[in-house]
């Protein structure tokens, strides 16, 4: 199995413009879950699907953040407008099934707004 | 506040020693689980013990789960330099719904 795919891996952006990350899970995963990590705040929990559906938005930080799920396979986390403060590396995830099973994570976006 | 608070923030040991870091959470949980993230890559999962566990092992690795004192332990036995990298608990709430990981241990293994 390829695992987790992420895209792009780098993005470099001005303040502003609106930026899409992308997420294929692992096929026959249900959850899928989008994370954020900094340096200051650690790595949190933005949104979790489960079967295309949001279950958990929570801790998605404010409106400008969005994210969808059109299919099993195939997820985006969208970003307008972005904000320096944005810059983070995003990590999506997929589980067989719940939150409570082993989470397989991409490598990651790595997101820098100017 | 996070769930899982691990103890200490940072850790260096020298190549054969053992490495013990600590894991604290608050509320009842379903299971608790260690991944490890090597700097700039993803996590990679560790090992999972249930709530109703006390103890599993893996390889070198041995988890032990305290639910009285809410409380996990990852021991790494025979360090390697290779096993330098951060490692974060995370917790899964009794419903199975919500995973938070802590702030992570980094670990350094000097060779």
């Known amino acids: 199995d390829a695992g987790v795919i992420q895209s792009p891996r780098h993005e470099v952006t001005e303040m502003g413009q609106e930026v899409t990350l992308r997420c294929k899970p692992i096929?026959?995963?249900?959850?899928l879950f989008w994370y954020r990590q900094t340096m200051m705040r650690g790595l949190e929990l933005l949104i979790y699907?489960?079967?295309?559906?949001?279950?958990?938005d929570s801790g998605m930080p404010e409106d400008r953040f969005s994210a969808k799920m059109p299919n099993a396979s195939f997820s985006t986390l969208k970003i307008q407008p972005s904000e320096p403060r944005d810059s983070a590396v995003y990590f999506c995830?997929?589980?067989?099934?719940?939150?409570?099973?082993?989470?397989?994570f991409g490598p990651g976006t790595r997101l820098t707004v100017l | 506040s996070q769930q899982g608070e691990e103890d200490p923030q940072a850790l260096s040991i020298q190549e054969g020693e053992n490495a013990t870091m600590n894991c604290s959470y608050k509320t009842s949980i379903n299971n608790l689980q260690w991944y490890r993230q090597n700097s700039g890559r993803g996590l990679v999962h560790l090992i999972l013990?249930?709530?109703?566990?006390r103890e599993k092992h893996s390889g070198r690795l041995r988890v032990t789960l305290d639910t009285s004192k809410k409380s996990s332990s990852l021991l790494i036995t025979a360090s390697r330099a290779a096993d330098t990298a951060s490692y974060f608990c995370?917790?899964?709430?009794?419903?199975?719904?919500?995973?938070?990981f802590g702030a992570g241990t980094r670990l350094f293994v000097k060779a």
């Open positions: 995830a997929s589980s067989r099934d719940r939150a409570a099973d082993t989470q397989y």
């Open positions: 096929s026959g995963h249900n959850s």
């Open positions: 013990i249930r709530s109703n566990e």
């Open positions: 699907f489960n079967n295309n559906v949001p279950i958990d």
């Open positions: 995370a917790t899964t709430d009794t419903g199975g719904f919500k995973t938070i």
